[in-house]
C-alpha cells in the first residue's frame, strides 16, 4: 500500500463517521421537531410543522444513505481484499 492511499482510507473512515453521525443526529433533530408540535396551535399550522419536521428527519436519513452507505461498502471490501491479501 502507498504512503497516500493509507492516508485516503483514513480520510474516508473519518468521513463515514461524520456522515453517519450527521444522519442519526438529524434524524434524531427532526424527530423531536415533530413531536413539538403544540396542541394549541391552528390545524393547518401544526401539520405544516409536521410536514416540514419529518421532511427534515428523512433527509438527512437519506443524506446517510447515499454518501455514509457507499463509503462504509467500500471500505468493508478494502479491508476484506487487504487481509485476503496478507494470508
Not at 18 to 32: D, E, K, M, N, R
Not at 41 to 68: Q, Y
Request: include cysteine; aromatic fraction near 6%; charged fraction near 15%.
Amino acid at each position: 500500500m502507498a504512503g497516500g492511499e493509507g492516508t485516503l482510507l483514513c480520510a474516508l473512515k473519518y468521513v463515514g463517521i461524520v456522515v453517519a453521525t450527521s444522519g442519526v443526529i438529524g434524524g434524531a433533530v427532526g424527530l423531536v421537531h415533530a413531536y413539538a408540535t403544540k396542541s394549541g396551535d391552528d390545524p393547518v399550522a401544526r401539520a405544516r410543522f409536521l410536514a416540514i419536521a419529518i421532511s427534515e428527519g428523512m433527509n438527512t436519513a437519506a443524506f446517510l444513505s447515499l454518501i455514509g452507505a457507499p463509503i462504509a461498502v467500500f471500505l468493508a471490501y478494502r479491508r476484506s481484499r487487504t487481509s485476503k491479501a496478507s494470508l
